[in-house]
C-alpha cells in the first residue's frame, strides 16, 4: 500500500456543513467506467460536473456522501468491510480516490466517507484472528459469549436481517454477535485497543483528503455487557415506518442490545478525533421504537461539542407524508435539539425509493418536486438521493434479478433494497442508459426517464432542483436562518425562515386541489423557482396555491 498522499481539502468556511446541500452517491450503481458492469470511482470521477462544474451547468450540490468503497466480499455490498484503508477493486484505486479528492475539491466538493464501525467482515483480519481461540492478541477484539448449558445463544438478541443475533464458532467454542448478517460480526468497542484502530481509520482517510465521514448504525457501538434479554414487544406497539416491509423478526424492543447510554462515550471519543482535522460526521441513528423515540434519539446524538455534527434518521421516511406529519416532526426536532443543527432526507440506498413511496405517479412533477423543494427549505441540513433529479422509481425486482442478501432471506415477504439501488440512468439513447457501454448491469438499467430528456424538459425535477440549489445559495436565510411555523391550515403549510436582515416565506399544498391562504404579512417578491410549473398567485396577502404548490417569497 502506498503511503497516503497528504491532500488539503479545499477551503472550509466555519460550519459549512449547516449550509451545505449533501448528494448521497451509491458507488455501485453510479457510472461504470471500465465496463465490468458495476459502478466505480472512475465513473464518479467522470460525471462530477454533473455534480457542480462550476459553471452553472450542474446541479449545485456541496458534498458527496459514498456509501461504502472499501474492499469487501460483498456480503451486504461493502457494509461488510475487510480492510478499512483500501479501496475495493471493484471501484478502483487508491490513486483514483486521490484523483476523486482532488477533482472534486478543485469544483468545491466536499467528500464524506461511510465508515461502518459497528461490525466488519467476517473476513477481516482481525476477525479471523479472534476467532481461532480465547487467549490470542485480538480475543477480545469481537464480543464473544459461552453457550446456555444447552448449546443455545446466550440471550434471545436478534438480527436485523433475521434469526438469532448470535452465530456459534466451533474453532473458539462461543458464540459471536452480530447485529447483522453472520459475515458481520460486532467490534467490542468497550475495549480500547479497538477504539484506537478504529481512529487510525479515521486519520488514514482525513490525511488522504476526506471532509467528513457518515458513520453506519452509530447507535449500535455499544450493548448491555451482561447480555440480559431484550423484553418482548408488548401488542399493536407503533414501529417506526423506514419505506420498507416491517422485519418479521422485530418481536423484542432492543433494550439491551442497542441505544445503550455509554453509546454516546463511543461517539464523543470519535468526535475527539474528527476535530483533530476539522472533520465533520453524519451518524445513522435509526429506532424501530415509534417516531418519538426516533425523534428523541436523533437530537440527543448532536449536542456541539462533543456528539454527532449531524444525526442522519429516518423521521421523513414514512409511506404517508402531510402537512400534520411534517409540522409535528419540525416542531419536536425544534424543541429537543437545543444547540445541535437538524439533518434531513426523503430517501436512501435502504428505503423505497421517495416517488414510489409517497405514490406520487398521477403527479410526478407535483408532490416530488413539492418535497425536494422543501427538503431544501427547512432549518437543516438536506441530503439528496442519486438519481431523484431524474425521479427514479421504485424497481418491482423478480427474483431472478435480486442481488440483496436481505430479500434473498425474506423473499417473497420481504423483497429487500435492490429497487431503490438501480444504475443512474444518463442517456435513453445509449445502451444500459449510459451507465456503461454494454455489459450487463449488476442491477437492471431500467428507469423510465433518462437525464438527457430531464435537461430536454424546463419543468423536469432536474431542472427544479438546480434552480431552487441557485436560489439557496443567494439567501442565507435558506442556509442557516432561524424556523418559525406561520400557520398550518388543512392541507397547506406556512413558515419562515429568518436572519437578521432577511425573512423567507415558505408555503406549501399538499391537496389535489387549489387552496387559498391569508398570509400575515405581505410578501414583496415571490421567488418560486421557475421551473416549477405550479404557479402561485399573491395579492395583497392573500396566496392561491395550486395543487401541490410551493412558494417561496422574500418579505
Same mark, same amino acid.
Request: hydrophobic share 35%; net charge negative.
Given at each position: 500500500?502506498?503511503?497516503p ?7 472550509l ?33 467522470? #460525471?462530477?460536473?454533473?455534480?457542480n462544474?462550476?459553471?452553472g451547468?450542474?446541479?449545485?450540490i ?7 468503497? @472499501? ?18 477493486s ?5 490513486e ?14 466536499k467528500i ?11 473476513q477481516h #483480519? ?21 453457550p446456555?448449558?444447552?448449546?443455545? %445463544? !446466550? ?15 466451533p ?10 448478517? !453472520?459475515?458481520?460480526?460486532d ?12 481512529a ?29 434479554d431484550? !423484553?418482548?414487544?408488548p ?33 464523543? @471519543? ?16 435509526g429506532?424501530?421504537?415509534?417516531l ?6 436523533g ?6 461539542g462533543?456528539?454527532?455534527?449531524l444525526?442522519?434518521? @429516518?423521521s421523513?421516511f414514512?409511506?404517508n ?7 409535528h ?19 436512501n ?9 409517497f ?5 410526478r412533477?407535483?408532490?416530488?418536486q ?6 431544501l ?27 440483496? %442478501? ?14 431503490c439501488?438501480?444504475?443512474? %440512468? ?21 428507469? #423510465?426517464?433518462?437525464?438527457d ?7 423536469s ?13 443567494? @439567501? %442565507? ?9 406561520i ?15 432577511e425573512t ?41 396555491? !395550486? ?8 418579505k
Amino acid at each position: 500500500m502506498q503511503k497516503p498522499l497528504n491532500f488539503k481539502s479545499s477551503p472550509l468556511s466555519e460550519n459549512w456543513w449547516e449550509s451545505a446541500v449533501f448528494y448521497q452517491i451509491y458507488p455501485r450503481s453510479f457510472k461504470d467506467s471500465n465496463n465490468d458492469g458495476i459502478g466505480d470511482l472512475g465513473g464518479v470521477i467522470e #460525471k462530477l460536473d454533473h455534480l457542480n462544474d462550476g459553471k452553472g451547468g450542474g446541479l449545485g450540490i456541496d458534498a458527496i456522501w459514498f456509501s461504502p468503497f @472499501f474492499p469487501s466480499p460483498q456480503a451486504d455490498f461493502g457494509y461488510d468491510v475487510s480492510d478499512y484503508c483500501n479501496i475495493d477493486s471493484d471501484y478502483g484505486t487508491l490513486e483514483d480516490f486521490d484523483q476523486l479528492v482532488e477533482e472534486s475539491h478543485r469544483r468545491g466538493i466536499k467528500i464524506v466517507l461511510d465508515l461502518v464501525l459497528n461490525h466488519s467482515s467476517y473476513q477481516h #483480519k482481525w476477525f479471523q484472528e479472534s476467532r481461532k481461540n480465547k487467549t490470542n492478541s485480538k480475543a477480545d477484539w469481537y464480543v464473544w459469549a459461552d453457550p446456555k448449558p444447552d448449546g443455545s %445463544p !446466550p440471550n434471545n438478541w436478534l438480527a436485523v436481517f433475521g434469526g438469532a443475533a448470535w452465530t456459534f464458532e466451533p474453532q473458539r467454542g462461543q458464540y459471536y454477535l452480530h447485529n447483522f448478517l !453472520p459475515e458481520q460480526p460486532d467490534l467490542n468497542w468497550y475495549n480500547p485497543a479497538v477504539r484506537e484502530a478504529l481512529a487510525d481509520v479515521v486519520r488514514f482517510w482525513m490525511k488522504r483528503g476526506a471532509d467528513g465521514f457518515r458513520l453506519d448504525t452509530a447507535n449500535y457501538y455499544a450493548y448491555d455487557r451482561q447480555l440480559r434479554d431484550n !423484553p418482548k414487544r408488548p401488542e399493536n406497539s407503533e414501529l417506526i415506518e423506514d419505506g420498507q416491509e416491517a422485519n418479521p423478526l422485530s418481536q423484542y424492543i432492543t433494550k439491551y442490545s442497542k441505544d445503550r447510554p455509554e453509546n454516546l462515550g463511543f461517539i464523543h @471519543f470519535l468526535r475527539k478525533i474528527f476535530d483533530e482535522n476539522g472533520a465533520i460526521s453524519i451518524g445513522e441513528i435509526g429506532s424501530a421504537e415509534g417516531l418519538e423515540s426516533t425523534l428523541k434519539l436523533g437530537t440527543d446524538y448532536v449536542k456541539k461539542g462533543k456528539g454527532l455534527h449531524l444525526a442522519y434518521t @429516518f423521521s421523513m421516511f414514512n409511506k404517508n407524508m402531510n402537512t400534520e406529519y411534517l409540522e409535528h416532526v419540525l416542531r419536536v426536532t425544534e424543541e429537543s435539539i437545543g444547540d445541535g443543527w437538524p439533518c434531513w432526507s426523503l430517501s436512501n440506498h435502504d428505503c423505497m425509493r421517495m416517488i414510489s413511496r409517497f405514490d406520487c405517479f398521477g403527479e410526478r412533477d407535483g408532490f416530488q418536486q413539492m418535497m425536494l423543494l422543501l427538503l431544501l427549505s427547512l432549518r437543516g441540513t438536506p441530503i439528496i438521493y442519486y438519481g431523484e433529479e431524474v425521479d427514479m422509481q421504485e424497481y418491482e425486482i423478480t427474483k431472478d434479478e435480486l442481488r440483496d %442478501p436481505q430479500g434473498i432471506r425474506f423473499w417473497p415477504d420481504i423483497k429487500g433494497r435492490d429497487g431503490c439501488r438501480l444504475p443512474f %440512468p444518463w442517456d435513453s439513447k445509449l445502451t444500459n442508459q449510459g451507465f456503461n457501454s454494454g455489459t450487463k448491469p449488476w442491477l437492471p438499467a431500467a428507469n #423510465k426517464l433518462s437525464l438527457d430528456q430531464a435537461k430536454a424538459d424546463s419543468g423536469s425535477t432536474f431542472h427544479v432542483l438546480q434552480e431552487m440549489l441557485q436560489i439557496r445559495k443567494k @439567501f %442565507p436565510a435558506l442556509q442557516n436562518g432561524s424556523y418559525q411555523k406561520i400557520l398550518l391550515d388543512g392541507d397547506c403549510f406556512v413558515f419562515e425562515r429568518k436572519t437578521a436582515g432577511e425573512t423567507m416565506l415558505i408555503a406549501a399544498n399538499f391537496s389535489t386541489e387549489e387552496q387559498s391562504i391569508n398570509l400575515p404579512y405581505k410578501v414583496t417578491k415571490d421567488l418560486t423557482p421557475k421551473a416549477y410549473k405550479r404557479f402561485c398567485t399573491i395579492k395583497n396577502e392573500l396566496l392561491t396555491l !395550486p395543487a401541490f404548490g410551493y412558494f417561496l417569497g422574500d418579505k
